[in-house]
Every structure is written in structure tokens, then in C-alpha cells.
């Protein structure tokens, strides 16, 4: 049996609206429980900085059918030594600062250091709600290397057209935008990504030179340029059937 989790990146929650957020959470939780039948385990990645009331609020809202597990991750904020380092070649230092670049590399490659024992993984942010049945995404992921609920599109960042015409040694698109998944909702095969030799050595690239924290670039814009380059249209899947809300940005999705 396919080992599957749901996984969300969780801050640390501060005085500042806490009722709302600790609410948002837990109503999220409950999307999954009501519309996600079998057996997965949720997992919550943060940077060491949940207190325990917090935790212990969603290990017991109603979720006994899933196994709960909490994940450190390392901390978003780069040190100052770490910031010294990049500084020189940083093209947007507020990016880095508030940890947001560094985000975008653990959705981008570096959640899947932590789910080494998971066969499938669904991201299903902190501020999505479910509508209606997650299962889809995962019958969908069965031959696929990914799954989302619909495209959207991004704007090539700063290096990335030169860093495409170095690596894939092909013309590159001729647009300034590219197709990227909607992945704040988003299904990953980790056992065809991990056998992947061209997905690995493009994020390993990637990480070697540390091209997120210099030019910011995003991990939607990431994978879309996977599947445009390394993946043929078959080995992913838009499932317009998966319905959610959005609400960072009030935002009925499907």
C-alpha cells in the first residue's frame, strides 16, 4: 500500500490575530478529514517555533483517523554569516531577509529531505480549504510525476533565461512568461521524482549555485519549467475537479 501524506508549512504563530489563525488551521484540517478517505498522515514542517498549545490544538481537533506529525525544519532566516556570503550577488535582499526565497526552496526541492518513507505527497497549505474530494488528486498521481488543481503563469526572474539556454542547450521559450501549477494545492509522485535522474541533477544545479537566494526565483516557476523541459504533457495532470479556497487572496479556486 502507497504510503501517502498531506503536508503544510506552519508559523509560529504571534499575539497578533491568533484566535484567526489557530481557527484557519484547524478549519483546513477538517477539509482534509472530510474529504480525504484512507489512510495518510498530516504533516506540519516549521521552523522550531510552534508552542505547544498550538500543536497540541490540532493533534486533537477531530483527527483521529491521521497520524499527526510535527517536522522541524531549518530556519528561513539566513544568518548573518550565510547572509555575508550571498550578499554580494543578492538581487532582491528582501526576499532573503524575511526568509521568503528560502521558502521557495524547500517547496521548490528540499520538503522531499523529509518525506523520504512517503510514496505520494499532497501540499495543501496552511490558508486552503478543501471543497470537495482530495482522493482525485492521488488516483491521478498514480501515473503522473504531479498533479494541480489548474495553470497559471509567472514571469520569467532575472538569470533564468541565461541559466536555460547554459542548461537544456536548446532555444528557449520566446514568451517572457511561463505555464506554472497552481501549487499551494498541489500532488507529488516522490518515487518517479526521486528516480528521476533530470529532476535531480536540475535541482541539484540549482542548489549548487544557489540561484533562489540570489535572483529569487520561485518554486512554481521552478516546476513549470520541469514540465516544459524535462516532462512530456502526459506526465502531469491539471484536475480542474479539485475544488478549494484560497484565502490569502479570497479566492475560489475550480
Known sequence: MAKIA???????????FTQWKETLVIVRNQSIRQ??????????????????????????????????????VPNFRLSDGELSVLKPNILDMGN????????????????MEYLKEY???????????????????????????????????????????DFMKMYFDKPVIDEKRVDVPYTNFCGFNLNKIRKDKRILNFFKEIENNQFIHKYAWTDTLLWG??????????????????????????????
Open 96 to 111: 532573503v531577509r524575511t526568509g521568503y526565497s528560502s521558502m521557495c526552496r524547500f517547496w521548490a526541492y528540499f520538503f
Open 35 to 72: 474529504n480525504f478517505n484512507g489512510e495518510c498522515d498530516l504533516i506540519f514542517f516549521h521552523e522550531g517555533d510552534l508552542h505547544e498549545e498550538y500543536m497540541a490544538k490540532i493533534k486533537y481537533s477531530r483527527l483521529m483517523n491521521f497520524n499527526v506529525k510535527f517536522i522541524e
Open 225 to 254: 519549467i520541469i514540465m516544459k523541459y524535462l516532462l512530456k504533457e502526459g506526465d502531469w495532470k491539471e484536475i480542474r475537479e479539485v475544488k478549494y479556497i484560497h484565502l490569502s487572496h479570497l479566492l475560489y479556486v475550480n
Open 119 to 161: 510514496d505520494y505527497v499532497i501540499r495543501l497549505d496552511d490558508d486552503c480549504i478543501a471543497l470537495n474530494n482530495i482522493n482525485i488528486v492521488i488516483e491521478n498521481l498514480e501515473k503522473s510525476y504531479l498533479t494541480f488543481p489548474c495553470l497559471g503563469q509567472e514571469d520569467l526572474r532575472h538569470g533564468l533565461e
Open 6 to 16: 498531506i503536508a503544510t508549512l506552519l508559523k509560529g504563530i504571534g499575539t497578533n
